[in-house]
């Protein structure tokens, strides 16, 4: 299996900041990496797929980039509704891999 | 406007079977190039893709299960189902079904989840 690591696995941040998660694949995925976002009690929700393509309706402070072993999720100015558990998730083999998420935790 | 809804026992005994349903509005489980998942998140944990069931029926199951996963389909409730045997303590997690993307692995809707509790 492919394996996902996020950095850090929590960030303490205010709203206003700006925040950046670190995805890595232990071998190459091309851009087949997606990002949601869990809010405690709730399913995940998706934010970004293929590395950097904003879902509908997604506001447009967060972003994604990278490709191939190293990815990254920006939320450009956090808004107090940003604040959950981030993970990202590869597509590019089977079994499908998660990391094992970021909290996202208010300052 | 696609909906998931999990439906299933909230307790299950150690080495019983796992059965849970997936309902699923405003989409087809038999069409649209659609596969339809379920994923499980360990209490605190991060999340495990468990396996899919295509459009078609075609089924791929995580090697990590051992051999223990069966997912189905009853397209004519548009319902597909998880069986999951000789369940442990370890099985104990939040139980998601979701959609996922055609000729992508994706997931863009997701059920709402279901804690099973392996427990005697």
């Known amino acids: 299996d492919i394996q996902m690591t996020q950095s850090p696995s929590t960030l303490s941040a205010s709203v206003g900041d700006r925040v950046t998660i670190t995805c890595r694949a232990s071998?190459?995925?091309?851009?087949?990496l997606a990002w949601y976002q869990q809010k405690q009690g709730k399913a995940p929700k998706l934010l970004i797929n293929?590395?950097?393509t904003l879902e509908s309706g997604v506001p447009s402070r967060f972003s994604g980039s990278g490709s191939g072993t190293e990815f990254t999720l920006t939320i450009s100015s956090l808004q107090p509704d940003d604040f959950a558990t981030y993970y990202c998730?590869?597509?590019?083999?089977?079994?499908?891999?998660f990391g094992q998420g970021t909290k996202l935790e208010i300052k | 406007q696609v909906q998931l809804q999990e439906s299933g026992p909230g307790l299950v005994k150690p080495s019983q079977t796992l059965s849970l349903t997936c309902s699923v509005s405003?989409?087809?489980?038999?069409?649209?190039?659609?596969?339809w998942s379920w994923i499980r998140q360990h209490p605190g944990k991060g999340l495990e893709w468990i396996g899919y069931?295509?459009?078609?029926?075609?089924?791929y199951y995580n090697p990590s299960l051992n051999s223990r996963g069966t997912i189905s389909q009853e397209t004519s409730k548009n319902q597909f189902s998880l069986r999951l045997s000789s369940m442990t303590a370890a099985d104990t997690a939040v139980y998601y079904c979701?959609?996922?993307?055609?000729?992508?692995?994706?997931?863009?809707?997701w059920g709402q989840g279901i804690l099973v509790t392996v427990s005697s």
């Open positions: 979701a959609r996922r993307f055609p000729v992508a692995g994706y997931f863009d809707y």
């Open positions: 405003g989409g087809s489980v038999s069409s649209g190039g659609y596969y």
């Open positions: 069931i295509s459009y078609r029926g075609s089924t």
């Open positions: 071998q190459s995925i091309s851009s087949w």
């Open positions: 293929k590395a950097s």
């Open positions: 998730q590869q597509y590019k083999a089977y079994s499908y891999t």
